[in-house]
Nanobody
Framework: QVQLTETGGGLVQTGDSLTVSCTAS????????MAWFRQYPGKEREFVGA???????SYSDAVKGRFTISRDNDKNSLDLQMNNLRPEDTAVYLC??????????????????WGQGIQVTVSP
């Protein structure tokens, strides 16, 4: 059974940095597309960034230049390093994975597996 587990969330101040991590278990994820989304209360999940099939990383405009995603296939892990955090980054951050390549990385509908999410709160 595939399981994704996020760790590392918490409360920080504006301008701080924070890294959240996702550890995958249940199978080998080398060939999986893996991504980060975030969700505001009462809103749909919003794309943050994803590792593309070619190995590059695609980011949303809202986080480009501030967030960095890295991947360690030996550890089945996906990290999201967040710099210069803003109050509007406050959300639940979720790790997502799928073995199927649709060519569309930023749609939540294209991901088969999800973590439970972890809260990141940025105070003004």
């Amino acid at each position: 059974q595939v399981q994704l587990t996020e760790t590392g969330g918490g409360l920080v101040q504006t301008g701080d940095s924070l890294t959240v991590s996702c550890t995958a278990s249940g199978r080998t994820f080398d060939s999986y597309i893996m991504a980060w989304f975030r969700q505001y209360p009462g809103k749909e999940r919003e794309f943050v960034g994803a590792f593309t099939r070619g190995g590059a990383v695609s980011y949303s405009d809202a986080v480009k230049g501030r967030f960095t995603i890295s991947r360690d296939n030996d550890k089945n892990s996906l990290d999201l390093q967040m710099n210069n955090l803003r109050p509007e980054d406050t959300a639940v951050y979720l790790c997502a994975a799928t073995p199927y390549f649709s060519g569309i990385y930023n749609s939540r509908y294209n991901y088969l597996h999800w973590g439970q999410g972890i809260q990141v709160t940025v105070s003004p």
